[in-house]
């Protein structure tokens, strides 16, 4: 597996508590998410303790250390999703798994049995405003987009995460339709124009004329903002932040999340990554994944207990 940007080939699972956090640290300035988990309760024999943490980034090694490689298909599988919601959850592993409100849970199949919860929390670069030209309203949404959570931009070089959102408040035709035309070109999923309907109306014509094709304008939002009535330059850009917050809510709920295809070890129950698993075996027209060449054997050799069905 790939390793992010910066890391060596290693997992640090004995790094220090501070070793960890200096790396997360890292990774905030970067602007890459990763989802911190640590391990707050734990029932003997589980192998890790309360305190124990890692870093872990969807796919690619973790670094750190929240138990043994029988937890971490179920662990990851959570990150993958936290990172794509950006929602944090709290996952217990334990023998006789339970729903329960506010938890996650998944059988514990190491075979030192025990109990683990871990808590993920998701760290997600903070979005970015991408404002093009100067007038009030740009103004405004610079002083309203920062409070709010924004890293400001005004140039769409300066975008580094697909989490931008555009908008070209020149209020100036020569200004604007470039702009628009250079950002719906980056493919954002957001570029709205400060411009009256008369203006928008006569700039899509345009861009069909050139043969802009309705797909490509689907991220064009113009005029800009929520219909409020917003008359000055503040309320303009109030309208423009409520619009976008409402559609990054939105898309965030609706994002597909691609997550690894597990499949369960028939011998000890444990989880395992289909895609790197190492040992499987076909029976009847069905393929059958196996944590170790011995849960392997077991399946294949017919036994009393019935467990093996070779």
């Known amino acids: 597996m790939a390793h992010p940007p910066g890391q060596g080939s290693r997992a640090l699972s004995g790094a220090s508590p501070g070793d960890l956090l200096e790396r997360a640290a890292e990774l905030r300035r ?42 971490h298909t179920s662990i990851e599988r959570e990150a993958a999703l936290a990172l794509a919601d950006g929602r944090p959850r709290l996952v217990r592993l334990s023998p006789e798994p339970h729903d329960e409100d506010g938890v996650v849970s998944y059988p514990m199949t190491c075979h030192s049995g025990g109990t683990l919860e871990i808590y993920l929390e998701p760290v997600l670069p903070a979005p970015e405003l991408v404002i093009l030209g100067e007038s009030p309203v740009a103004d405004a949404l610079a002083a309203l987009g920062a409070p709010l959570g924004f890293r400001l931009r005004t140039s769409l070089d300066e975008i580094t995460t697909s989490d931008a959102w555009v908008v070209a408040a020149a209020m100036s035709s020569d200004e604007d339709h470039p702009a628009v035309r250079a950002a719906l070109d980056r493919g954002v999923p957001y570029v709205a124009m400060v411009a009256s309907r008369r ?36 309320e303009i850009a109030l309208s423009i932040l409520a619009e976008i917050v409402q559609r990054r809510r939105s898309r ?14 028939p011998i000890c129950g444990m989880q395992l990554d289909v895609k790197s698993a190492r040992w499987t075996a076909d029976k009847d027209g069905q393929t059958y994944y196996f944590c170790a060449p011995g849960c392997r ?14």
């Open 252 to 265: 965030q709920a609706v994002a597909p999340v691609a997550t690894r295809e597990v499949a369960i070890d």
């Open 297 to 310: 054997k077991t399946f294949l050799t017919p036994s009393p207990s019935g467990r093996g069905l070779g």
């Open 30 to 71: 970067r602007g890459q998410p990763f989802v911190l988990a640590t391990v707050v309760r734990a029932l003997r024999p589980a192998s890790a303790k309360p305190g124990d943490r890692a870093l872990l980034f969807g796919e690619g090694q973790p670094v750190g250390w929240v138990g043994g490689g029988c937890v």
């Open 199 to 234: 203006r928008t109306e006569a700039f899509v014509e345009e861009l069909r004329s050139e043969g802009v094709s309705p797909e490509a304008m689907m991220p064009l939002k113009a005029p800009a903002g929520l219909d409020i009535g917003a008359a000055t330059g503040p």
